[in-house]
């Protein structure tokens, strides 16, 4: 069995990695500093279970698990964490496996054994109390790929998927404009039925002779229709600027 | 502890200055009362003036040097004795002035049984038990008001006694958890620092302790962080040795640290240096700690543990300190500006 442990503390990854060879795991342990390694870890390496800390710089627990679930063959994952009153009311409503800081031997080896795959449903759950990802994921024939939502210029709904602009390119995913707005309300703004542009790359209006408004982007040709719709919203905005 | 128990007493100080100054005055304001209820149109209203001024003032401060003078030895008396022996005090006072007027300006015998004489002392007597029970029962109420505003700012001053964060301990106890086996050195040292900490928050008393002592405090907080997070954690000290003795809070500066490392530090995954810049600047100890901070925080709940530390400072120095927040560009720094005279608070 190959085992990943997640955790920004060294000396908290030295301790589980005491417990896990005293339990007999002795060569297969990796180990990852943050979520963003602890997703690049799970590509490379394959491991079957993971030991995650909630609170990491860089990308925390919870969001890097949710980047992880949507792997083909998922690894399972089980949380750690010293205190998180929030996150463990969510755990325990949605069965999601944690051992607490400082971990006990029989705890640990009781968890690796009924580990299990969370599944989307769980993990959105536990999420959804939480701030927005700071990623979205894009899959990628049973891989996945991160774009930092710092990064994305527009999401645009075209026939069956979504298409995401960042700054060094595009991609498809499968999140809806619907979710995407609702997770990123402080960040993006509508601007068509068929789009959601971040706020920050906003830079104006354009209007053509047929009087159809563009919203003008930085870092971006592309000019966006803005529905009648929501033009005085999206006008309110650019006044704020 | 003599000392510590007056105050609790109802009866303020008469020998003090501010005291005698207020009697007078009460006094005099008295005796322009009586000379307007009694002027009539061939009187001297000044002559009036003047001779009830004597006689207020007369009984007035005879009475409060005897109670200067007994005030030690009343407070050991149950409020309602204290305040019937203060009164009987002003009575005694009154009569004698009485006697004293009767023989030395009437130039009468002192008798009873003379109706004329008796009605003039009944009137004295019962105007002043009148005055002196109402100016009792002000000094009364004014006293019980007063305990009960330093009750309450007791109470809320330990409702906003810092407390350990329960992240901090448990995230400690993993650390000498995976310790033990390591280095049981640090282990047992992390424990000391740790055992310090816990006994200081603990530790309910509220009297300011040398900043010398409160920077231990933060020095073993950041001894322990520093075994969490590694190298992640690098500090920097610039204080003025001349400021140690200044008297602080006791957790007024450790905090500061502990939300730069929880907000600031840990967050940042590469880790930074805690800046402690403290100084004397006009009477003022000037202390900043200044933290690199995350391009876009996410996290907005810094306020919490500033806001008590604010609290508590104001509870405590009555608006002469003051807790700045500055959010800037890459870090996030806090001024703290704390007095270092005392003034006597009343």
């Known amino acids: 069995m190959k085992l990943l442990v997640v955790d920004d503390e060294p000396l908290a990854q030295q301790r589980l990695q005491q417990l896990l060879s005293e339990l007999g795991f002795v060569s297969n342990i990796r180990l990852a500093n943050n979520g963003l390694q602890a997703i690049e870890a799970c590509q490379k390496e394959k491991p079957d279970v993971i030991l995650m800390d909630i609170r990491m710089p860089g990308m925390d627990g919870l969001e890097a698990a949710q980047h992880i679930s949507q792997i083909k063959q998922p690894p399972a994952i089980i949380f750690t964490t010293a205190y998180d009153e929030y996150a463990l009311e969510a755990f325990n409503v949605n069965a999601i496996d944690y051992l607490l800081k400082p971990v006990r031997e029989s705890n640990l080896k009781a968890a690796i054994e009924k580990a299990c795959c969370l599944n989307q449903a769980q993990l959105s759950a536990v999420k959804s109390q939480q701030q927005g990802r700071t990623n979205i994921t894009a899959k990628i024939s049973g891989n996945i790929k991160l774009v930092p939502i710092k990064d994305v210029v527009y999401f645009q709904a075209e026939l069956k998927y979504v298409t995401v602009k960042y700054l060094n390119g595009e991609t498809i995913i499968e999140d809806t404009l619907k979710d995407l707005l609702t997770e990123f309300s402080n960040l993006f703004v509508r601007v068509h039925r068929n789009a959601i542009v971040s706020k920050k790359f906003i830079t104006g209006i354009h209007r053509d002779h047929q009087g159809h408004s563009f919203v003008l982007l930085s870092h971006e040709k592309k000019q966006l229709e803005i529905s009648r719709r929501h033009l005085s919203e999206v006008k309110k905005l650019i006044s704020q600027l | ?346």
């Open chain 2, 1 to 346: 502890m003599e000392k510590k128990q007056l105050p609790e007493f109802f009866l303020p100080d008469f020998c003090r200055i501010q005291s005698v100054l207020m009697v007078i005055l009460i006094g005099e304001l008295l005796a322009v009362i009586f000379t307007l209820l009694n002027v009539q149109p061939n009187t001297d209203i000044w002559q009036l003036l003047g001779l009830f001024s004597i006689s207020l003032q007369w009984i007035s401060l005879s009475s409060v040097a005897i109670l200067c003078l007994l005030r030690p030895s009343l407070s050991h008396f149950k409020d309602v004795y204290a305040g019937l022996i203060s009164l009987l005090i002003i009575l005694a006072a009154t009569f004698i002035y009485c006697y004293i007027t009767l023989v030395s300006y009437y130039g009468v015998y002192f008798d009873l049984s003379n109706v004329k004489q008796l009605q003039f002392f009944i009137k004295n007597m019962v105007v002043a038990g009148l005055i002196g029970s109402v100016l009792l029962r002000y000094f009364y109420l004014q006293q019980q008001y007063r305990k009960q505003l330093t009750l309450e700012s007791a109470a809320r001053l330990e409702a906003l006694q810092a407390r350990i964060r329960p992240h901090f301990l448990f995230n400690s106890m993993n650390v000498i958890a995976s310790l033990t086996r390591i280095d049981p050195r640090k282990a047992e040292s992390a424990i000391e620092d740790l055992s310090d900490l816990i006994r200081t928050t603990l530790d309910n008393n509220n009297e300011l302790i040398p900043l010398k002592n409160e920077l231990e405090n933060g020095k073993k907080y950041l001894s322990i962080e520093g075994l969490r997070l590694g190298e992640r954690l690098k500090v920097n000290w610039q204080v003025d040795e001349n400021c140690l003795s200044v008297l602080v809070p006791p957790l007024s500066v450790q905090p500061l640290l502990e939300n730069a490392v929880y907000h600031g530090i840990q967050m940042i995954p590469d880790g930074g240096i805690v800046k402690v810049l403290i100084h004397q600047e006009d009477h003022f100890l000037i202390i900043q700690v200044v933290n690199p901070k995350l391009e876009e925080s996410l996290h907005k709940g810094n306020g919490m543990a500033l806001d008590n530390i604010s609290q508590r400072l104001e509870v405590i120095f009555k608006g002469r300190a003051n807790l700045q927040r500055d959010n800037l560009a890459k870090e996030y720094q806090v001024t703290m500006k704390i007095p270092t005279k005392l003034i006597e608070l009343d």
